[in-house]
Each structure stands twice: as structure tokens, then as C-alpha cells.
């Protein structure tokens, strides 16, 4: 579909230096002339397709990930339609370069790779200037904020300003796959502080060079946050992303209901994770509720999947109480029973009675996870732990020796910090296994067979549920639009379907999926009241009208 012209008041050097606006040598003679751009380019007038052939020779001369991934970062900053035209074109080979694992990298040498300004950062210094702050922001129709505080990015913990990399490769997926326009989107860092003493101590660091604030002037300054954010964008999206454990959960259910908001890490993740087992148990023929789970990782994300697996078993029948006692939380000290000492709120509902556990076979305090492999035969084993390794080779055995082929997602990120890596996995299981992981592994051969690795990761979830709540306008996120979109990748699986391909769709067909994500998430929610009503026909409209695509528009000279 032709777009229509855009009119902008920008000309010469600040027209090539806005990223939404650049198109470099593909402005043409005629633009060239009407914005004053004669003589700031070389000559030959460029079509994008030519511009994206460059840029991937280009791409293809740097040798490392991360170099990569500041190249790609460096073109999204001074050509967005260019950056997103060629990551449509080179999807997955890309995505595992702007988003896990590179993405890790680039959060840990945040400082040290930094080159030029994208998104907010809003330091704890700043409280009372936020209404400037936001008025700063060089995109003013905002519709995703992607904000983190940086205290828990991926496995590797407190990365202070890093943070940053994180809301901004997010937001690259909401726009690659999601539709997104990238002039909605915008990544944010609340800055309060690090208490990573590397940082603290490394002269290039570009943070508050602070510990954290404490808990009551954190909260206070999230909260100006917020009602800054309702002032200026009240209708946006706020993905809370890689907050740690303690204010995780809080500021969800703090906000949830009073802003259009939700947590990645704990709904996302437990939307895609209970979507990729569905497809699981479908493909092996056997009903989720029959199942019991063992989570390895206490935190955000498992015991978030924990609570939608809980409500997806009783969807399908059995009482919460059963379902309850499914569900098997090891965390650092092991299993979570009702005597184990310190637990948060949201872990205490997930513990299992010490009467369940007297007759089995342990000798540490609590049984450790092989005890829970030996002992309650789990058909589903899921780690987000962030600890490398944890998934060795006599817990896989002890597994396997309990249940045919097993269900095992060892989800946490980057690929450094995987639990057990697919090869492992699928070695000590003797290929008798479904598996997905959180970061993109190669496929894996083993006896004569390849096994294609599933990527579970809430990149499958986020990209829809923000496409459709921004084409209706929803003004919360419930947990029923969630589990719609959950329910809608499931649906989606090739294997589960046919019996063959992988347990998730391609990533290269994550757009379309997305669009589908969005109509399901957008209609359940129009059920809720929590969007005015239309019709299918015009909800199909709205998320295709607001599907942006990495293509030049022409523009119109508007006077200053
Ligand atoms: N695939 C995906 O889409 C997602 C993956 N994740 C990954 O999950 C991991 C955890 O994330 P969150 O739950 O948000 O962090 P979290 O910090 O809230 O939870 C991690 C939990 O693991 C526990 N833990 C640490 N060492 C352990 C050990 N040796 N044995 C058992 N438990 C141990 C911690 O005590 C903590 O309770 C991260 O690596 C993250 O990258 C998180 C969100 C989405
Ligand atoms: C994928 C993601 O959100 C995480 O690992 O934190
Ligand atoms: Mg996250």
C-alpha cells in the first residue's frame, strides 16, 4: 500500500540527522532540491533495496557479535527505515545480534561501546524535572515505553545504565515484528544507582556512580515516574522490564490497574511459556494438567509461569488445589515447602506441604532438584534460574529414567547462562526429548536426526499484545488477553498442527503471528470493556493501519 506524503518542516543537515526522517541517498532530486540537501550527499539518488545491499556488505566485514551489533545499532540511529528494512531482510541472522545474546554484551559494555543518544534516561537526580524530561524526548506521539531500572538484565544481574541496551533492543522487536512504528516507541532507564562495584569503579561508566536508593525513595521516584508518564502519554504502553525480584512483582500489581502496563518478565514470559507447552503437550499427545512441573528459579519469571500453568490446568479440569500440587519451585536452597523460611508472597502460594515430601528420599535440608527428579517423576522441567549448568547430566537421567519424552526448557538468557545447552540436553535424554530454550541455539544433530531448537522467549508474546492494544486503545492489560495470546501461539505451532517443524513458528513468520496475537488480544479485551467496541472488519483494519513497514514515504515541505 502507497503512503501517503509526509510533511515535515526539517531541511538540510537536521533533516539527515533525525533518524526517523533520513533516508540518505535515497532522498530524491526532487527532495533534494525542495530541503536543501544539494551537495550533503554523493550524487547518485539510491533506492532502499540498493541501501540495505551496502549495509549487509558492510555488516557482513565485522567479525564479532558485538561489533555487529554496533554497526546495526549505529545505522538505527541514523537511518530508521533503513535499520528495519534490512533487519526484515536478514531477520534471523539478526535477531540474535540486536536482541539475546549480543544484546548482553552490549548491556555490559553499555559505557564502553556508547555512541550516541536514543531513548530517556532518568536519573533518581532528576525527580523533580520530570515533566522536562519527558517534554525532551524527541519523539512526541509515544505509544511503547519499554522502561527497566537495570538491576536484573538477563542472567547477569545489576548492569546499572546498561539497562538501557535492553529497552531498546525490546522496542527493535516491537517495531520488526510487532509493526510498531519506531516514532511510537521509546526505551527508557530510570537510573538510581548500581551496586555492581565494577561499574562503581570503571571511569568509563556513564551512570549515577551511586549504590541503589533505598526502597522508599525508589518507590517515590517510580512513582513520579508514572504519573509523569499518565501526564504526558497517557494512553502508552509500559513494559516494566528486567526489574529485579523485589520490585518485580510490587510495581505490577502497584500499577497494573492504574496504567496501561504490564511486566515482560513475568507475564510475557509465562504467556509464551505456557503457549510453547501447550504445543508440547499437544505434540506428545498428553493433557497439560496431568503433568507435574518443576521450575528451577523461584523468581519473576517462574513463578509467574508457575500461576498461568496453574490456571491453564484448571482450564482444562482439575481443581486449583491439584493443580497446586503439580507444581514443584526449587529455588537456592531447594524444593519451596511451606517450612521454608524468607519466602515473598507470590513464592508462599507456590510452596508444597511438608507432608508431601515425608516420604521421600533427601538428605539436605530441603530436597535438592535431583531429589525432585528422583521423587516426584516430573513430565516438565523449566529453568530460569539465570545460573548456568544447573541442568546436569544425572538430573536429566534421573528425569528421562521417570517419564518419556520429557519436556525441558532451560529458558533462562543469554546463551552463557543456559541451564544445559540443547546439545547436553538432547545427549543425555538420547534424543528422546522436546526442548526449547530461551536464546537461539543451532540446530542439533544426534544419531543420524536433526532436532530444530525452539526459542522461547517473550519476544513471541510482547510484539502482538502491544500491536493490538495500541489498534483498539485498551486501557489495561489483563490477564485474560494474555492467556488469549498464549492460547493464539499455540495454536500457531508446526509441530503441534502437523507433526513435524518446530514446537514455535519461524521467527521470520513472527509478523504475521503478531498480527494474529494482536486480533485475539484486541478482541478479548473489547469483551472485557476494556476498549471501545468495533467489528472484526474494522479490527482487522485498525491492525493493519497501524502495522508500520519499512518503507520511504515522500516528503512535503511544510515552512518552519
Ligand atoms: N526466555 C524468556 O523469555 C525469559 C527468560 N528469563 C530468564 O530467566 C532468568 C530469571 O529471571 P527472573 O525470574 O526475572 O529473575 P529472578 O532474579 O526474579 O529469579 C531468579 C531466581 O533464581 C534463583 N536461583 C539463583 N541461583 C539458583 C540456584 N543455584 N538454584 C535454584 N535457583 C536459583 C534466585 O534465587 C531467584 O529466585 C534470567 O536468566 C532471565 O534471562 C526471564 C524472562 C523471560
Ligand atoms: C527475555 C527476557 O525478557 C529476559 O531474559 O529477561
Ligand atoms: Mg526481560
Known amino acids: 500500500m502507497k503512503k501517503s506524503p509526509l510533511y515535515t518542516a526539517y531541511s538540510g543537515s537536521a533533516l539527515l540527522e533525525t533518524p526517523l526522517l533520513n533516508k540518505g541517498s535515497a532522498f530524491t532530486v526532487d527532495e533534494r532540491i525542495a530541503f536543501n540537501l544539494a551537495g550533503l550527499l554523493p550524487p547518485r539518488y539510491e533506492t532502499i533495496e540498493e541501501q540495505v545491499s551496502r549495509a549487509y556488505m558492510q555488516y557482513k566485514s565485522f567479525d564479532t ?105 525490546k522496542l527493535s522487536l516491537y517495531t520488526a515484528c510487532g509493526g510498531i512504528s519506531p516514532a511510537y516507541a521509546l526505551p527508557m532507564m530510570l537510573d ?45 504502553i509500559i513494559q516494566f522490564e528486567d526489574f529485579a525480584q523485589p520490585n518485580a512483582m510490587p510495581l505490577l500489581q502497584r500499577y497494573r490497574e492504574q496504567v496501561c502496563c504490564f511486566n515482560d ?16 503437550c499437544r505434540s506428545k499427545n498428553v493433557q497439560l494438567s496431568a503433568q507435574h512441573v518443576v521450575f528451577v528459579g523461584a523468581g519473576s519469571a517462574g513463578c509467574g509461569i508457575a500461576e498461568q500453568v496453574i490456571s491453564q490446568m484448571v482450564a482444562e479440569g482439575i481443581s486449583e488445589s491439584q493443580a497446586r500440587s503439580q507444581i514443584f519451585m526449587i529455588d537456592r536452597f531447594g524444593l519451596l515447602t511451606d517450612a521454608t523460611p524468607g519466602l515473598r508472597d507470590f513464592q508462599q502460594a507456590l510452596t508444597q506441604p ?25 513430565g516438565i522441567l523449566i529453568g530460569v534460574s539465570g545460573q548456568a549448568g544447573l541442568f546436569t547430566e544425572p538430573v536429566i537421567r534421573a528425569m528421562k529414567a521417570g517419564v518419556s519424552t520429557p519436556i525441558i526448557f532451560p529458558l533462562s538468557n543469554p546463551s552463557r547462562q543456559v541451564e544445559a545447552t540443547p546439545e547436553q540436553v538432547i545427549t543425555w535424554t538420547e534424543g528422546d526429548v522436546i526442548i526449547a530454550t530461551g536464546s537461539p541455539f ?37 490477564d485474560e488477553m494474555l492467556r488469549e495470546a498464549s492460547k493464539t501461539l499455540a495454536a500457531a505451532s508446526p509441530k503441534a498442527n502437523n507433526g513435524s517443524g518446530g514446537l514455535l513458528p519461524a521467527f521470520t513468520e513472527l509478523a504475521a503471528l503478531s498480527k494474529k496475537i494482536a486480533f485475539n488480544v484486541a478482541k478479548v479485551a473489547i469483551k472485557q470493556g476494556l476498549a471501545l467496541e468495533v467489528d472484526d472488519v474494522i479490527l482487522q483494519q485498525k491492525i493493519d493501519e497501524n502495522f508500520w513497514l519499512p518503507q520511504y514515504r515522500q516528503y512535503k515541505r511544510i515552512s518552519a
Open 354 to 378: 511438608q507432608k508431601t515430601i515425608e516420604s521421600w528420599s533427601y538428605s539436605g535440608e530441603f530436597p535438592s532438584l535431583l531429589d525432585v527428579m528422583n521423587c516426584a517423576k516430573p
Open 192 to 236: 538510581v544507582g548500581t551496586n555492581n562495584e565494577k561499574l562503581l569503579n570503571d571511569p568509563m561508566y556513564m551512570g549515577l556512580r551511586q549504590k541503589r536508593v533505598g526502597q522508599a525513595e525508589y518507590d517515590e521516584f517510580v512513582a513520579l515516574f508514572i504519573q509523569a508518564v499518565k501526564r504526558r502519554w497517557p494512553e502508552a
Open 265 to 280: 518478565d513475568i507475564q510475557g514470559t509465562a504467556a509464551v511459556t505456557v503457549g510453547t507447552l501447550l504445543a508440547a
Open 442 to 478: 543451532a540446530p542439533v544433530s544426534y544419531n543420524g536426526q536433526q532436532y530444530v531448537i525452539a526459542q522461547c522467549n517473550n519476544s513471541y508474546i510482547f510484539p502482538g499484545v502491544g500491536l493490538g492494544v495500541i489498534a483498539i486503545k485498551a486501557r489495561l492489560i489483563s
Open 65 to 169: 557479535a558485538i561489533n555487529k551489533h554496533i554497526y546495526l545499532r549505529a545505522i538505527q540511529d541514523n537511518n530508521e527505515t533503513l535499520f528495519y528494512r534490512l533487519l526484515q531482510q536478514h531477520l534471523d541472522e539478526m535477531i540474535p545480534i540486536i536482541y539475546t545474546p549480543t544484546v548482553g554484551d552490549a548491556c555490559e559494555q553499555f559505557s564502553d561501546i556508547y555512541r550516541s543518544a536514543r531513548g530517556l534516561f532518568i536519573s533518581y537526580n532528576d525527580r523533580h524535572q520530570l515533566d522536562d524530561i519527558l517534554r525532551n524526548a524527541t519523539k512526541r506521539k509515544v505509544k511503547v515505553i519499554v522502561v527497566t531500572d537495570g538491576e536484573r538484565v538477563l542472567g547477569l544481574g545489576d548492569q546499572g545504565i546498561g539497562g538501557m541496551g535492553i529497552s531498546i533492543g
